[in-house]
DNA sequence: CAGCAAAATGGGCAGTCTGCCCAGGAGGTC
DNA sequence: GACCTCCTGGGCAGACTGCCCATTTTGCTG
């Protein structure tokens, strides 16, 4: 990862859609050099693809809470199946600290979130659970400032 | 969102490279047809874009940690202004319950979490914390689910 | 310092896709 | 029945991709 990648993968970044002569023109390279560096990344794994970034609210799921689960002794695998199968269930970590599991889920309305929570939560090995609802979301999910970083740099 | 738009974004998640007149000849359509719905998800703002899917962990950043900060009254947009500065500050929502402030950060090693957590917690309004670090992802950042109910009711 | 291997450059080529256009047909509404 | 929206199937010029090559640059090694 030196500063041409970081500089590419900020341009992608920024402008997905760019295709890689386009990219290439606009880091003063060659065309060549920016295949290479792609093909490069996405060997090592850094560059995992181009997914579709859904927006959930748009889609109509505008609720999004968190659940901190504590879970039996042992029983985390059981858990983490069950929650494998609840669709809200958009996201899990396993932690250290008070909680076990912090699990992210999402819900169209109050009353569907209830459900949803009640899923989560009414499980026979969770132990005792904590749930946020999340009003604002201040710093939206990014990874650019660490790009910027090393794009800097080289 | 019809099951058909489910299926279309369902083809991209799987296979984002694969362009319009690939995906109507996955799903059976005309090649238009698959041109307007994707115009139309854009502009519902429904689908955002193809950014590019960075593994942190292959960029090295192979430690994340979670921290739930308590604010100061009326306090949280200094918090937020701040935390916006730090670049392994991935993520952060504001939530009801114990905490005010949900924070996701990434590091490189043990130290630099550390060095982290001091920028993110050593702050003026910053009452209380609690930090826990992320041992493993039992369910990755995934839409999918949601996107297959839809695509197959209708 | 000479020498080598990896990387970048600039160019070329066939195949494919995109963006845009149009006319016709299917399905639903007033 | 008139109308409107959506899907279809087709056509066209332009642009890009993936792949190839020979040459030059770069950076390290002995």
Redesign the pocket.
Request: hydrophobic share 40%; net charge positive.
């Given at each position: 990862m030196d500063a041409?990648d970081a500089q590419l993968l900020l341009l992608l970044t920024d402008e997905p859609?760019l295709?890689?002569?386009?990219c290439?023109r606009r880091l003063?390279?060659?065309?060549?050099?920016v295949?290479?560096?792609m093909d490069r990344l996405e060997g090592r794994g850094v560059l995992r693809g181009f997914p579709p970034a859904l927006d959930l609210v748009a889609m109509g799921y505008g609720l999004t809470a968190f659940a901190v689960l504590e879970i039996a002794q042992g029983k985390r695998s059981s858990v983490v199946a069950r929650l494998r199968e609840i669709p809200e269930v958009c996201e899990a970590h396993a932690t250290t600290g008070e909680g076990d599991l912090l699990v992210r889920m999402v819900a169209r309305d109050n009353d569907d979130l209830q459900r949803v929570i009640d899923q989560v939560v009414d499980f026979e090995w969770v132990r005792r659970t904590s749930t946020s609802i999340a009003l604002s979301t201040p710093v939206e999910p990014r990874v650019r400032p660490l790009l910027e970083r090393v794009a800097r740099r080289g």
């Open positions: 041409l859609r295709g890689v002569l386009e290439s003063g390279v060659a065309r060549g050099t295949q290479a560096r």
